[in-house]
Nanobody
Framework: QVQLVESGGGLVQAGGSLRLSCAAS????????MAWYRQAPGNQRELVAT???????NYADSVKGRFTISRDNAKNTVYLQMNSLKPEDTAVYYC??????????WGKGALVTVSS
């Protein structure tokens, strides 16, 4: 069983920055693929960024060059650094962990609001 707790959401003006954190407990963090998803009102949940257990990263086209996913295996934490934020980045951001057995776990989400 893996528990995930996001933090760092809030209100920011367009062009600003925020860093989300996701603290994990349970399981073996370094073996898990970690990801950030987001869901805006009326939209489906979409993948934002991924970090594999080997350290590879991948990003949605909409955030490439602006967002950075990173992980600290010693702290069982994954981060999402968000720069040059746009109003369309407004969403609830969810942390996801996928174990080597392909089981998914989710955090409760952190709200990010970007004002124009």
């Amino acid at each position: 069983q893996v528990q995930l707790v996001e933090s760092g959401g809030g209100l920011v003006q367009a062009g600003g920055s925020l860093r989300l954190s996701c603290a994990a407990s349970g399981g073996i963090f370094r073996l898990n693929a970690m990801a950030w998803y987001r869901q805006a009102p009326g939209n489906q949940r979409e993948l934002v960024a991924t970090s594999t257990s080997s350290g590879s990263t991948n990003y949605a086209d909409s955030v490439k060059g602006r967002f950075t996913i990173s992980r600290d295996n010693a702290k069982n934490t994954v981060y999402l650094q968000m720069n040059s934020l746009k109003p369309e980045d407004t969403a609830v951001y969810y942390c996801n962990a996928r174990t080597p057995f392909a089981r998914d776990y989710w955090g409760k989400g952190a709200l990010v609001t970007v004002s124009s």
